[in-house]
């Protein structure tokens, strides 16, 4: 695996993400937080207005690649291949830090209905991302929403595929292939 | 429209809408949302665990609507008929009570981001309590999951169209021709 340097924000994610294994999300502080991390306290709130913020910290940088790559897919691409091409853009930014991080975070999300409602608006964030982006192509609303709604529901699926897949696999395979499962369910359905 | 005597559950849910929409949803308390309602305190935390919880009230019902009416299907109906089927039995269940609050409701969660997150976990529940009754008709996984994305989408859509619909419209047309149009996306996606 590739050596890889955490800046202040990652180190955040990282000493909260183990914080919260060890003594649960509740009792986790911003004040812990910082200190585990080596970093002053209005660091913290440089990165991230409050602790339940660091779990959904990728969003904006999710929603960010997801929408350029359907906006550079060629104008030929369907609505369902330039979702495709957002979801090979986004994977391709996943790296180690994810890979290492992913299955604590999935249990911390588990155990804390707090952080369930956070990651639930994390995904509403993604498909509103994708959808503009769609109708910005000019395709029509009901299926730009379907047609992100099938991309999220990819991203997700194969996100949790490749975490159980060997340790230098690509996400971008995986969330393809969901997709192109979720393309067959959909012809199926009509 | 038909007369209608909220029990204390509602008059809890109105309390609780008419002071978030004067005041906001941070400066509300409990106490003040029980006082409103002529209920004592103990009586909230009988109904509610928390005031965020009390907007997503509805969930549990709406999800076994749903669910309900997707295993009563006959055996031949499709998943997206069984859909329409669960769409049609939760649609028909909301009154004159859902109409009057919806508009207030919608406002306090556009204007606080913890209410948006419950919001959207809400809309998680609803999407798995109709994946399962598809699984237990033998649906196969990635089918249930998309037509019941279909499904959530369908609610909402139909939902806020039937609030700018005439006072006295019934909700399930407006669902169901949702459903009919993600059906056509969803078609033109394949």
């Known amino acids: 695996m590739a050596r890889w340097e955490p800046g202040a924000r990652e180190r955040l994610v990282i000493a909260a993400v183990d914080l919260f294994t060890e003594q649960g999300y509740d009792a ?10 080596g970093v ?6 440089r990165h991230f207005p409050d602790k339940r913020e660091l779990l959904a910290a990728g969003q ?6 997801l929408a350029e790559g359907i906006s550079e897919a060629p104008d030929s691409a369907t609505p369902l291949e ?3 091409a957002g979801l090979e853009r986004a994977s391709n930014a996943m790296g180690p830090m994810n890979r290492e991080l992913a299955p604590r975070i999935k249990a911390a999300i588990d155990a804390n209905s707090e952080l ?3 990651d639930a608006l994390k995904n509403v964030g993604l498909a509103a991302a994708m959808t503009d982006a769609l109708r910005t192509r000019g395709v029509p ?14 991203f997700k699926q ?8 060997r340790e230098d696999a690509a996400l971008a395979p995986y969330t393809l292939a969901a997709l192109e499962d979720l393309r067959a369910a959909s012809r199926s359905l009509t």
């Open 28 to 37: 986790t502080t911003v004040t812990q937080i910082a200190e585990r991390a």
């Open 40 to 45: 002053t306290k209005s660091t913290f709130f």
């Open 60 to 65: 904006e940088t999710l929603s960010r690649l």
């Open 82 to 84: 330039a979702v495709g």
């Open 116 to 118: 369930q409602q956070r």
């Open 141 to 154: 609303d009901a299926t730009a929403r379907l047609a992100s709604e099938l991309g999220v529901l990819a």
């Open 158 to 165: 194969g996100y949790a595929q490749w975490l159980q897949a």
